[in-house]
Nanobody
Framework: VQLQASGGGLVQAGGSLRLSCVLS????????MGWFRQAPEKEREFVAT????????DYADSVKGRFTISRDSAKNTVYLQMNSLKPEDTAAYYC?????????????????WGQGTLVTVSS
C-alpha cells in the first residue's frame, strides 16, 4: 500500500489550499483515512480523519470550521480543503491510512503513511 500526497505550497494568510492523497489500493473503501501535520521542532499532530464511507469525520479543535476532509472512492483519493489559513498552519502535512471502519485520531492507529507535503503560510 502506498500513499502519494500533493497540493502543498506557499500561500498568504487567509488563503486556501487543497491537499490530495491517492491510495494505491483497490480496496480503498476498507480504509479510514487521516491527515496529520508536523511543524519544525514540534511533534506530529492530528488534523482530520474520515471513515470508510465518508459519513463520519473528526477534526482537531485548531482547524474546526476552516478545514474539511473528504474522500472520492472512484479516485482512491482523500482531500483536505484548507481555508482561512494561518501562519500557525505551516507544517509538513502527512496522509495516513488505517484498515478499519471507524475514525481514528491517533497516529499510532495508522498502518500506512505517505510522504509529507509542505504547506507554508506567510503573514
Amino acid at each position: 500500500v502506498q500513499l502519494q500526497a500533493s497540493g502543498g505550497g506557499l500561500v498568504q494568510a487567509g488563503g486556501s489550499l487543497r491537499l490530495s492523497c491517492v491510495l494505491s489500493e483497490r480496496s480503498f473503501s476498507n480504509f479510514a483515512m487521516g491527515w496529520f501535520r508536523q511543524a519544525p521542532e514540534k511533534e506530529r499532530e492530528f488534523v482530520a480523519t474520515i471513515n470508510w464511507s465518508g459519513r463520519d469525520t473528526d477534526y482537531a479543535d485548531s482547524v474546526k470550521g476552516r478545514f474539511t476532509i473528504s474522500r472520492d472512492s472512484a479516485k482512491n483519493t482523500v482531500y483536505l480543503q484548507m481555508n482561512s489559513l494561518k501562519p500557525e498552519d505551516t507544517a509538513a502535512y502527512y496522509c495516513a491510512a488505517k484498515y478499519g471502519t471507524k475514525i481514528y485520531s491517533s497516529s499510532r492507529d495508522y498502518d500506512y503513511w505517505g510522504q509529507g507535503t509542505l504547506v507554508t503560510v506567510s503573514s
